[in-house]
């Protein structure tokens, strides 16, 4: 069973910086994409950052030039470095990612979510 275990999350003050990181485990035969997403009450989740297994990224406008998104292949692992956070960056942050993984008669293709970390940014 593949899965992905989300950590790094907290409060901070407005300009501080936090990092978060997710760990992709499991019967894992390639991830594609990995991408953190987050959502606010009320509101449709949101992509703030991808990176393929190329180490091609993307990020949603309002974060550019402040986070940055990075990947270990060989961990399968996922990093979101986050800095100037801001008041509008609260919300939960989930990590995203497309996986093949191994089954009993072949291989599965699935795309995979982590449970969320908060994320507060005080004013």
């Known amino acids: 069973q593949v899965q992905l275990v989300e950590s790094g999350g907290g409060l901070v003050q407005a300009g501080g910086s936090l990092r978060l990181s997710c760990a992709a485990s499991?019967?894992?035969?390639?991830?594609?994409?990995m991408g953190w997403y987050r959502q606010v009450p009320g509101k449709q989740r949101e992509l703030v950052a991808s990176?393929?297994?190329?180490?091609?990224?993307n990020y949603v406008d309002s974060v550019k030039g402040r986070f940055t998104i990075s990947r270990d292949n060989a961990k399968n692992t996922v990093y979101l470095q986050m800095n100037s956070l801001q008041p509008e960056d609260t919300a939960v942050y989930y990590c995203?990612?497309?996986?093949?993984?191994?089954?009993?008669?072949?291989?599965?293709?699935?795309?995979?979510w982590g449970q969320g970390t908060q994320v507060t940014v005080s004013s």
């Open positions: 995203n990612a497309r996986i093949t993984s191994a089954q009993i008669l072949g291989v599965s293709r699935g795309e995979y």
């Open positions: 499991g019967s894992i035969v390639s991830i594609n994409v």
């Open positions: 990176i393929t297994a190329s180490h091609m990224t």
